[in-house]
């Protein structure tokens, strides 16, 4: 995990190499975090970025793209002479990543660039493309020798998600660029693990000593995990109706949380040790049959509603969405863990779109205490005992418990105490990208998920995909846009006797 900018040194000299450089993802979010790397001092002063794409430009055109998108999707305050360093760098080759003679292209322009910017031979290599081009692009740097390290030269590559569509998908791609690639060359991107507050997961469990001995069943009832987005598909109704929230959102984003707070402690702080205890607890997951995975999730899509006062068409009129479409916007399981740990505790999670707020938080619920002592106190009125980990769109920490109220006589309130990262640190505002694109060219994996984690957590969402399957519409709930979600989520908690957390 990166230090802060204060104490981290620069990364190590090198030259990126983005597939995929006109699309969104390079102006919107690559680039500007570049450019926070460069403005904190963490890009190295020998640093080259080529852009690889199909359309038609050139390296002056391409410089002037970003030079106008950087101020539009920047994060922090424009400084031109950083901006004039970053862009001074930029190089473009115009190609199809289907074709080898691309891949002549670069290798040139790497020569090139390697020679008058003194990179030190280290190639970090971003595949920000469509999925279906990673296995195609990995086979190609292997095949072309531009990913194999030689005189002391480092070769990386950066994978975006989704990391395959189902358990077979990835494995099979897995296998293509381990065939090419070693482990440690293969980083598998999650930008929800570049946000600050996931990152401190780690260090609020094991550099305080109040928190992890109540850590385990013994204390903790259950707990939820939400990621909540009030956006609705949008234009990206094409992608989404193949996909579904599932896909989306479960095997990547809501899996990396579970992973980091159900973890067992790791032997050292170090990659490979935290990226084994990441896939062992996922490994441990109960895998369901088709009639539990039926009875212990819930799928839904939105109708039509409103959302801050906007309305809001339904899913299905969404365009290219499928007029019959049974692909889910919503999704809450209920997943157990085979370990002494959290043998008996229900982990609830839950993501949708065209929800009533944009959230994301952990909730770790524990054990109501024995209440005889306050027998004339009834129990509805005591606060659950929740640590809330807020990560959207407030990254805080949250305590809520019971006190007494101010009086003559024995009442009992609930009371909630935040702390929140602004009030303490000094954070400028990130893409979340950042930490991650340093860390990969600094060699540390620590952030980044392992294939056998990656496996792992298609492994336990798959009968769930093929219970969906074979039921079709049927058991298909809905929900207004704006909502909370479907009445069928608050009864997956309720028949265990809890609730879920608000989400407004």
Same mark, same amino acid.
């Given at each position: 995990?990166?230090?802060?900018?204060?104490?981290?040194?620069?990364?190590?000299?090198?030259?990126?190499?983005?597939?995929?450089?006109?699309?969104?993802?390079?102006?919107?979010?690559?680039?500007?975090?570049?450019?926070?790397?460069?403005?904190?001092?963490?890009?190295?002063?020998?640093f080259?970025?080529?852009g690889?794409?199909r359309?038609?430009?050139?390296?002056?055109?391409?410089?002037t793209?970003?030079?106008?998108?950087?101020?539009?999707?920047?994060?922090?305050?424009?400084?031109?002479?950083?901006v004039?360093?970053?862009?001074?760098?930029?190089?473009?080759?115009?190609?199809?990543?289907?074709?080898?003679?691309?891949?002549?292209?670069?290798?040139?322009?790497?020569?090139?660039i390697?020679?008058?910017?003194?990179?030190?031979g280290?190639?970090l290599?971003?595949?920000?493309?469509?999925?279906?081009?990673?296995?195609?692009?990995?086979?190609?740097?292997?095949?072309?020798?531009?990913?194999?390290?030689?005189?002391?030269?480092?070769?990386?590559?950066?994978?975006?998600?989704?990391?395959?569509?189902?358990?077979?998908?990835?494995?099979?791609?897995?296998s293509?660029?381990?065939?090419?690639?070693?482990?440690?060359?293969?980083?598998r991107?999650?930008?929800?693990?570049?946000?600050?507050?996931?990152?401190?997961?780690?260090?609020?469990?094991?550099?305080?000593?109040?928190?992890?001995?109540?850590?385990?069943r013994?204390?903790?009832?259950?707990?939820?995990?939400?990621?909540a987005?009030?956006?609705?598909?949008?234009?990206?109704?094409?992608?989404?109706d193949?996909?579904?929230?599932?896909?989306?959102?479960?095997?990547?984003?809501?899996?990396?949380?579970?992973?980091?707070?159900?973890?067992?402690?790791?032997?050292?702080?170090?990659?490979?040790?935290?990226?084994?205890g990441k896939?062992?607890?996922?490994?441990?997951?109960?895998?369901?049959?088709?009639?539990?995975?039926?009875?212990?999730?819930?799928?839904?899509?939105?109708?039509?509603?409103?959302?801050?006062?906007?309305?809001?068409?339904? %899913?299905? *009129?969404?365009?290219? @969405?499928? $007029?019959?479409?049974?692909? !889910? =916007?919503?999704?809450?399981?209920?997943?157990?863990? &085979?370990?002494?740990?959290?043998?008996?505790?229900?982990f609830?999670?839950?993501?949708?779109?065209?929800?009533?707020?944009?959230?994301?938080?952990?909730?770790?619920?524990?054990?109501?205490?024995?209440?005889?002592?306050?027998?004339?106190?009834?129990?509805?009125?005591?606060?659950?005992?929740?640590?809330v980990l807020?990560?959207?769109p407030?990254?805080?920490?949250?305590?809520?418990?019971?006190?007494k109220?101010?009086?003559?006589?024995?009442?009992?309130g609930?009371?909630?105490?935040?702390?929140? %990262?602004? *009030?303490y640190?000094d @954070?400028? $505002?990130?893409?979340?990208? !950042? =930490?991650?694109?340093?860390?990969?060219?600094?060699? &540390?994996?620590?952030?980044?998920?392992?294939?056998?984690?990656?496996?792992a957590?298609?492994?336990?969402?798959?009968?769930?995909?093929?219970?969906?399957?074979?039921?079709?519409?049927?058991?298909?709930?809905?929900?207004?846009?704006?909502?909370?979600?479907?009445?069928?989520?608050?009864r997956?908690?309720?028949?265990?006797?809890?609730?879920?957390?608000?989400?407004?």
């Amino acid at each position: 995990m990166t230090a802060t900018a204060a104490t981290a040194r620069a990364a190590d000299p090198c030259c990126l190499v983005i597939f995929g450089a006109s699309g969104d993802l390079t102006h919107r979010l690559l680039v500007p975090a570049l450019y926070n790397l460069e403005v904190s001092g963490l890009l190295p002063e020998a640093f080259a970025l080529i852009g690889v794409a199909r359309s038609e430009s050139s390296s002056d055109a391409f410089r002037t793209d970003l030079e106008k998108s950087l101020p539009r999707f920047a994060t922090r305050k424009i400084d031109a002479a950083a901006v004039k360093k970053l862009l001074g760098c930029v190089a473009y080759v115009q190609g199809d990543p289907d074709d080898r003679q691309t891949y002549e292209k670069i290798g040139r322009e790497l020569a090139r660039i390697e020679r008058e910017r003194k990179t030190n031979g280290n190639r970090l290599f971003y595949l920000a493309t469509p999925p279906a081009g990673f296995a195609p692009i990995g086979g190609y740097l292997g095949e072309s020798g531009l990913a194999s390290e030689a005189n002391g030269a480092w070769r990386r590559v950066i994978v975006e998600k989704p990391f395959g569509t189902d358990l077979a998908s990835a494995r099979a791609l897995n296998s293509k660029l381990l065939g090419v690639l070693r482990e440690d060359q293969i980083f598998r991107i999650d930008h929800y693990l570049g946000k600050e507050t996931v990152q401190n997961i780690l260090v609020l469990r094991f550099a305080n000593g109040l928190f992890e001995p109540i850590w385990n069943r013994d204390h903790i009832d259950h707990v939820q995990i939400t990621v909540a987005e009030a956006l609705t598909v949008g234009r990206r109704g094409n992608y989404y109706d193949a996909t579904g929230a599932l896909r989306d959102m479960v095997p990547n984003h809501l899996f990396q949380l579970l992973s980091l707070v159900a973890m067992e402690p790791p032997a050292r702080f170090a990659a490979d040790a935290v990226r084994a205890g990441k896939a062992e607890l996922l490994d441990a997951v109960q895998l369901q049959s088709r009639d539990e995975a039926l009875r212990n999730a819930v799928r839904a899509q939105y109708t039509e509603g409103t959302i801050d006062n906007r309305a809001v068409e339904a %899913y299905r *009129d969404t365009k290219d @969405v499928k $007029p019959d479409s049974t692909t !889910e =916007t919503y999704v809450a399981l209920k997943l157990m863990i &085979d370990n002494w740990r959290w043998a008996g505790v229900p982990f609830y999670l839950r993501t949708g779109k065209a929800l009533c707020a944009k959230r994301t938080e952990v909730a770790i619920k524990f054990k109501q205490a024995p209440v005889a002592m306050f027998r004339d106190t009834p129990i509805e009125n005591l606060a659950q005992n929740f640590l809330v980990l807020g990560i959207q769109p407030n990254e805080c920490i949250g305590l809520e418990f019971n006190a007494k109220v101010p009086g003559p006589s024995i009442a009992i309130g609930g009371v909630g105490m935040t702390f929140k %990262y602004e *009030d303490y640190f000094d @954070v400028a $505002p990130s893409t979340g990208y !950042e =930490t991650l694109i340093y860390d990969c060219m600094i060699g &540390d994996a620590i952030l980044y998920p392992r294939a056998d984690g990656i496996e792992a957590g298609w492994h336990v969402v798959q009968p769930f995909m093929d219970a969906w399957q074979d039921a079709g519409g049927q058991g298909l709930a809905t929900y207004r846009a704006g909502s909370e979600g479907p009445a069928e989520a608050e009864r997956l908690l309720a028949q265990d006797g809890r609730r879920w957390r608000a989400i407004a």
